[in-house]
């Protein structure tokens, strides 16, 4: 089994920033995709960021040049660094970790973004 845990989530104000973490444990192998998600109320889950495995990366077009991922090898932790935020990206954001070979998606349970004017 693999539990993801997310933090940093928060208030802030528009053009500001924030840094989520989401930690990894319990069984996980090597070839992983770990990735960021959000939904706003009364919308579908969306991807914001993604890593794979051999560092790729793919954003949301509505992010880019905004936010980065990145990962943290051997401990199993992914980063999302959200720099001047915008109104639109408040949303509760959730990690995502997903086998390459194939399989099940794993799902943290959520932190709250707020931006606030």
């Known amino acids: 089994q693999v539990q993801l845990v997310e933090s940093g989530g928060g208030l802030v104000q528009p053009g500001g920033s924030l840094r989520l973490s989401c930690a990894a444990s319990?069984?996980?192998?090597?070839?992983?995709?770990m990735g960021w998600y959000r939904q706003a109320p009364g919308k579908a889950r969306e991807l914001v960021a993604r890593?794979?495995?051999?560092?790729?990366?793919n954003y949301a077009d509505s992010v880019k040049g905004r936010f980065i991922i990145s990962r943290e090898y051997g401990q199993n932790t992914v980063y999302l660094q959200m720099n001047s935020l915008k109104l639109e990206d408040s949303a509760v954001y959730y990690c995502?970790?997903?086998?390459?070979?194939?399989?099940?998606?794993?799902w943290g349970k959520g932190t709250q973004v707020t931006v606030y004017a």
């Open positions: 319990g069984t996980i192998y090597t070839l992983k995709t």
């Open positions: 995502n970790l997903n086998w390459e070979t194939g399989g099940v998606d794993y």
């Open positions: 890593i794979t495995s051999g560092s790729l990366t």
